[in-house]
């Protein structure tokens, strides 16, 4: 009923720029909170960053000054323009959302995009 699609990743040399983009379509009444968690090679997926949906925001220490989250609730859209890139982000980078649906009843639940690779090498 609800589907979430990253886009934007790819390579990038250390301290080059990437904004990955997270469209949510489908039965939405309306969304939560958002955010980008990212897993890399051998490692826990881990949280980078999360927006309310009045705008309140929270970054993983190591994204922090580097990495800004935004969101347009108009588009169901959220984003993440991340800056200064270092070796250590290389990830497969996924989006979250709390979503209310639209059903016979409205129920809120969470969704995962399906994940958009990030690299960052020279």
């Known amino acids: 009923q609800v589907q979430l699609v990253e886009s934007g990743g790819g390579l990038v040399q250390p301290g080059g720029s990437l904004r990955l983009s997270c469209a949510a379509s489908?039965?939405?009444?309306?969304?939560?909170?958002m955010g980008w968690y990212r897993q890399a090679p051998g490692k826990q997926r881990e949280l980078v960053a999360t927006?309310?949906?009045?705008?309140?925001?929270n970054y993983a220490d190591s994204v922090w000054g580097r990495f800004t989250i935004s969101r347009d609730n108009a588009k169901n859209t959220l984003y993440l323009q991340m800056n200064s890139l270092k070796p250590e982000d290389t990830a497969v980078y996924y989006c979250?959302?709390?979503?209310?649906?639209?059903?016979?009843?409205?129920?809120?639940?969470?969704?995962w995009g399906q994940g958009t690779q990030v690299t960052v090498s020279s």
């Open positions: 979250n959302a709390n979503v209310v649906v639209k059903a016979t009843a409205l129920y809120d639940d969470d969704y």
């Open positions: 489908g039965s939405i009444f309306s969304i939560n909170a």
């Open positions: 927006i309310t949906s009045g705008g309140s925001t």
